[in-house]
């Protein structure tokens, strides 16, 4: 009867809020502690209890009042941080506010008119009578800064959500306003030996303070990417600077909270199912808000040599030391993270939760399957783009397959499911960024013997064969969604080619059934772009045959096999009446590649990327389809390998042809709209030049100029040499052998040579990703979008005014 008494009375309260006409003073010390001082409320509570009908009607009706609610909350959170939460009764008060504070704050953002309200000064929102380091008075900080400031402190809260260090003798009970926090980092790992004992009230009490967190945090869920992307965000911007103290422990609790959790534990089968696993909850809400904090312009953290983060000094010497590098502390401590046992408890840790939904065991259901694997993706991403040192740490040993194949299997299981197209993005970006390093290439050499719940073919080979046979499900999976991705996936296999030592027989056909399919001409005719995929095709080719002949029979037999392709691409008719012919038929089957016009439809009708827990549906607007009708040169920059391995810079060239007379092959960039603007990280810019795309396409058709303009630049002269001297020598075989077992063909392949026969090798071209404005923006969207689905118990964020990205309830 207590707990429905509490709900009773809390409900009551919010009733006199929603009816007072008049404001209520903030000295009403009696009103107000009914929201906070005598209940015991959950926060499922709160959000069942605070309808958002409500919320809304207050800050239209009343807004003195709600501005009232929020700040004397806040105050009670800095009281709170003040005094340490030395009793229950305080921390019961304290987690209340924060679980009040998590239901409105998101009505406060939604309207315009409200948002710069927690950057004002609000009278007795402060700590009265306090000075900060600097000696101001924190009565005149504005209330986002009070708010961020004594979340911080509570975060390290001795008995609270900290182990106490104390003795038990009340007279040494800790001052929490001069405690380091450095000695109370929650896990061991970077910057920190000591593994404080597992306590799940502290685990529970962290999770509902980050949850504040990540809400205050996520105004930018309620601006237009415009908006958003232009302005930083300014929660992040200071909860993140040198204003708090706890910027260093905090990123290293964060981050080593998420890199030592291990959801199996050890092994116990269905344990998930017997105990409640609360550390889980807390790596969530730790995962999500490190890729919220580690916001800023992509690869300026790493552009120049920072001065190394010292993670063997004791934690409050690393914080003494001077800042080097970006304004944002977590991005700056992330980029400087160097010594190989931090690298490798953070490549490990990641590792062991990606693969966790791969884990197998005889007993169905009977491990745990943890479902931040997205979330881990963006952090992953970040990780490698801000820490150079993390990435070539990653590829330097085979430590990095550990992070490919269950990217692979993501990308398999996600291949045919529209709702998870973003998934698709972030693992292909991903896997674009490490294949422009030839450690990559080098690595995938490896074989694969894993055994990975996968629908696809058995075949006995290397990382490499896995990643062609998964590439090759998903561009002929027939989803036209994934269809802006295939210059995507051709580029990683480009640039991972001159590298791969032994293709099987399976990735071998994959290969030549790609190179078949995109060389019809109904396919090349169809759309302004589709012949660079081609273009793609024969670079892998001419890279593995002028590079790795010796141990790819498999490749040379399947080619020759093949060679029909080959000669019908030579000879591929560029007449006017022809590709008439050849139109007039794809119109009745009605099978193309899609163009701009059908994605801009598809784009309209389908979601994007959506999840749905219970009845909630979300889809983002900007999906990177937007960013791709300008080719892939857009996100990538050319680097030739020269002699001693260094990369040298290839300018731009203006055609596949100029690229292929010098590398082998094409790049991707369109014939129009080749400037060196800006590219405008605006979804309404995005979507303007695809509608202009669109019409340009749609009045496009293809025509004899145009087919001889990339025809007689197709690099097919390593292939064609090789047919020359290769299919007479095993015709020849055949005959006199009387040969029909292609084992014995194999055989040969194997012991032949083709030094001194083909052309003079041409240059290595890798295309490496390079960040721009727009795919930033993407990532940015795709991220938040994630953690609005995710945050579904309590729905935080739920039928509230989202902008960034677009919401569907079904």
């Known amino acids: 009867m207590g707990n429905a008494d509490t709900k009773l009375h809390f409900r009551k309260a919010v009733i006199q809020l929603t009816t007072k006409t008049q404001p209520v003073e903030a000295t009403d010390d009696a009103f107000w502690d009914q929201f906070w001082a005598d209940t015991s409320t959950t926060v499922q509570d709160v959000f069942a209890l605070v309808p958002a009908a409500e919320i809304r009607a207050v800050r239209e009706e009343s807004p003195s009042n709600l501005a009232t609610l929020c700040y004397k909350a806040v105050e009670r959170l800095v009281q709170g941080a003040d005094s340490g939460c030395p ?51 924190d009565e005149s900080r504005p209330l986002a800064e009070s708010l961020l400031l004594a979340i911080s402190d509570l975060l390290f809260c001795p008995d609270f959500t900290a182990q106490s260090h104390k003795k038990n003798s009340p007279d040494t009970a800790e001052d929490i306003r001069s405690i380091d926090s450095c000695e109370y980092i929650w896990e061991a790992g970077v910057g920190f030996a000591q593994s404080p004992p597992l306590n799940y009230i502290h685990d529970i009490n962290r999770t509902e303070l980050l949850k504040l967190l990540l809400t205050c945090l996520s105004e930018a869920m309620y601006l237009p990417p415009s908006s958003e992307s232009k302005n930083p965000n300014p929660w992040v911007t200071f909860f993140c600077s040198s204003e708090n103290r706890h910027a260093l422990p905090l990123f290293t609790s964060l981050l080593n909270v998420v890199c030592a959790y291990d959801p199996v534990g050890y092994g116990i089968p269905y344990n998930h199912l017997l105990f409640s696993d609360h550390r889980e909850q807390l790596v969530e809400q730790a995962v999500q808000i490190l890729i919220v904090t580690l916001e800023h312009e992509a690869g300026s953290a790493t552009g120049s040599a920072l001065q190394a983060l010292d993670t063997s000094a004791a934690p409050s010497e690393v914080e003494e030391q001077e800042p080097a590098g970006p304004d944002n502390l977590f991005v700056n401590y992330l980029s400087r993270i160097h010594r190989e046992e931090d690298l490798s408890f953070i490549l490990k840790g990641l590792g062991r939760l990606m693969n966790n939904p791969l884990v197998q065991t005889y007993l169905p259901r009977s491990t745990k399957k943890i479902q931040f694997h997205q979330e881990l993706l963006i952090l992953f991403w970040k990780f490698c783009d801000f820490n150079k040192k993390f990435l070539f740490f990653v590829l330097k040993s085979s430590d990095v397959l550990d992070v490919l194949v269950p990217i692979l299997f993501s990308l398999n299981d996600a291949r045919a499911d529209p709702s998870r197209v973003g998934l698709m993005h972030i693992g292909v970006f991903i896997l674009l960024l490490l294949s422009g390093e030839r450690n990559f290439g080098v690595r995938l050499n490896k074989p694969f013997t894993l055994h990975v719940p996968m629908d696809i073919p058995i075949f006995t080979g290397t990382h490499a064969d896995l990643l062609i046979v998964i590439f090759h499900k998903i561009t002929t999976s027939g989803h036209q969604r994934l269809q802006p991705l295939f210059d995507c996936l051709l580029t990683i296999i480009v640039n991972i080619s001159p590298y791969l030592k032994s293709l099987s027989m399976v990735a071998a056909n994959k290969l030549l059934h790609l190179l078949e399919a995109f060389t019809t001409p109904w396919f090349l005719f169809s759309s302004q772009e589709n012949h660079h995929l081609v273009f793609f095709l024969l670079e892998v080719f001419n890279n593995i045959i002028q590079y790795q002949f010796d141990g790819n029979s498999n490749l040379v037999y399947a080619i020759i096999r093949k060679r029909n392709v080959f000669h019908q691409l030579a000879n591929l008719p560029s007449d006017t009446a022809s590709i008439q012919r050849v139109l007039q038929k794809k119109k009745k089957s009605g099978i193309s590649r899609t163009n701009s016009t059908e994605a801009e439809s598809i784009e309209r009708s389908r979601p994007a990327d959506s999840v749905e827990p219970g009845t909630l549906k979300a889809s983002l607007v900007a999906t990177p389809e937007c960013f791709y009708p300008l080719g892939i040169d857009k996100i990538t920059a050319k680097s030739q390998v020269s002699v001693d391995g260094t990369m040298i810079t290839v300018p731009t060239s203006d055609s596949p042809a100029d690229t292929s007379a010098v590398g082998g092959a094409s790049d991707t960039e369109s014939n129009s709209e080749r400037d060196h603007e800006a590219y405008h990280s605006e979804s309404e810019a995005a979507r303007s030049r695809l509608s202009s795309a669109s019409s340009s396409s749609a009045a496009w058709s293809a025509n004899t100029d145009w087919v001889l303009s990339w025809k007689a630049k197709l690099p097919l002269q390593t292939i064609m040499r090789l047919l020359q001297v290769l299919v007479p020598q095993v015709e020849k075989i055949c005959i006199d052998k009387g040969l029909t077992d292609e084992s014995e063909i194999l055989k040969f392949l194997q012991h032949g040579t083709l030094v001194g026969l083909l052309p003079v090798p041409h240059p290595i071209l890798i295309r490496k990703y390079q960040a721009n404005a727009g795919t930033a923006m993407w990532f940015r969207t795709y991220m938040w979008g994630v953690i609005y689905l995710r945050n579904v118990d309590p729905p935080i964020w739920y039928d509230t005014d989202i902008r960034l990205f677009e919401i569907q309830r079904i």
Not at 98 to 114: C, K, S, V
Request: net charge negative; aromatic share 12%.
């Open 87 to 137: 009793s229950e009764k305080e921390r019961q008060i304290v987690l209340n506010c924060t679980r009040l504070l998590t239901r409105i704050l998101p009505y406060i953002f939604e309207d315009a008119d409200w948002r710069g309200f927690f950057w004002s000064t609000v009278p007795g929102a402060g700590r009265a009578g306090h000075l900060d380091e600097d000696g101001i008075d």
